[in-house]
């Protein structure tokens, strides 16, 4: 019988001083990441927090485990190393939209397509922070930044379609000021097999404050956000009588009640649907047409890339006359000095 392990969220703080800016929302990821982890039963010294340049990327820091603060959009590459030299480690990836999506854009969708067991969270606040407020890969069209004085005229990228599109089994959405999801879903992310994307709408106080008040809005947010779960009708709004519906090969939204509407009309959200379609079509749903979904949108679970390496490595072991470093040097060409 394996050892229970029981953790609380205070062993995995380190000592560190936190250092972003007062109402960042990276304090309530920290905390959320701190909750999860502390759920599921694993030892710290198993746990791994690889981030590459940003503001988020200070994350390492904060974390009473094994860390490493890498380099400009490489924290990809790195995290996919230390999950293949040592599979047992549970590895989580901090990332930001730029360095994920711009400089480390190439290594990003690799790692996805791949399937390599490690979690990847990447706090999208659509502007770099850490430089001081240039537009970023999702920036929004039109949206005035330092670089972008007269407006960015570039269409911003979507990290659920990038994810999708890069052939990912696994992508979810939260939002920073709801530790509670972000906790359920970081946790639900760790324990999927494979490579898991969390996207974090984050907000930057000091240079996009506000990025997503449309969502959080206090007033107006449940009519805004779609909180989703396998299994269950998609059904959101402050009276809970708005819902989704599947017209044609799009997605509409309705309201329960009116046009002879009721809840069994509702599309009921399959995660585990192999077919990417409906998750591309709800990952895209956006404002003002629709409500933005968050939750796990894609949990599809498939053989992990090391699991398929260890298993390559197995087999040619197997099948090989070579067994050990005397039968290596004497096999092939050998010469006799």
């Not at 909750?35 to 710290?44: D, F």
């Not at 380099?71 to 990836?93: C, D, F, Y």
């Not at 240039?134 to 990290?159: A, D, R």
């Not at 087999?315 to 040097?329: A, P, R, V």
Request: proline share 4%; charged share 20%.
């Amino acid at each position: 019988m394996s050892e229970q392990i029981n953790l609380s969220p205070k062993d995995f703080k380190s000592d560190q001083e936190v250092r972003w800016c007062a109402g960042c929302g990276d304090h309530a990821v920290l905390n959320a990441v701190h909750k999860s982890m502390s759920e599921l039963g694993i030892p710290k010294e198993k746990f791994v927090v690889i981030s590459g340049i940003g503001c988020s990327s200070r994350f390492p820091y904060y974390m009473n485990t094994y860390a490493m603060h890498s380099i400009h959009g490489r924290a990809a590459a790195i995290s996919s190393g230390v999950k293949v030299a040592n599979p047992e480690l549970n590895v989580w990836m901090i990332t930001g939209d730029g360095d994920c999506m711009a400089i480390g854009g190439n290594h990003f969708i690799h790692v996805v397509r791949r399937n390599i067991n490690i979690n990847i969270l990447l706090f999208n606040n659509q502007i770099y922070g850490l430089t001081k407020g240039q537009y970023s890969p999702t920036s929004l069209e039109g949206q005035v930044t330092k670089t972008s004085p007269f407006g960015s005229i570039e269409p911003p990228f979507h990290p659920g379609e990038l994810v999708i599109g890069a052939q990912g089994k696994f992508f979810a959405r939260s939002i920073d000021n709801n530790v509670k999801l972000c906790t359920k879903i970081f946790t639900e992310a760790a324990q999927f097999k494979g490579t898991s994307v969390v996207e974090i709408l984050q907000n930057c106080v000091i240079y996009n404050d506000k990025a997503h008040g449309y969502l959080t809005d206090k007033a107006h947010k449940e009519d805004r956000q779609l909180i989703i779960e396998h299994g269950k009708p998609m059904i959101y709004g402050k009276e809970n009588n708005k819902g989704i519906v599947l017209d044609g090969l799009s997605l509409k939204t309705v309201t329960i009640g009116e046009n002879g509407i009721t809840e069994k009309d509702i599309l009921v959200h399959n995660a585990y649907n192999k077919n990417p379609i409906l998750h591309l079509m709800i990952a895209n749903m956006s404002q003002p047409d629709f409500p933005v979904a968050l939750g796990i949108i894609r949990a599809v679970e498939t053989d992990t890339y090391e699991e398929k390496l260890v298993q390559q490595i197995e087999q040619i072991k197997e099948k090989s006359t070579i067994k050990s470093m005397k039968d290596l040097l004497h096999s092939g060409n050998i010469w006799h000095v």
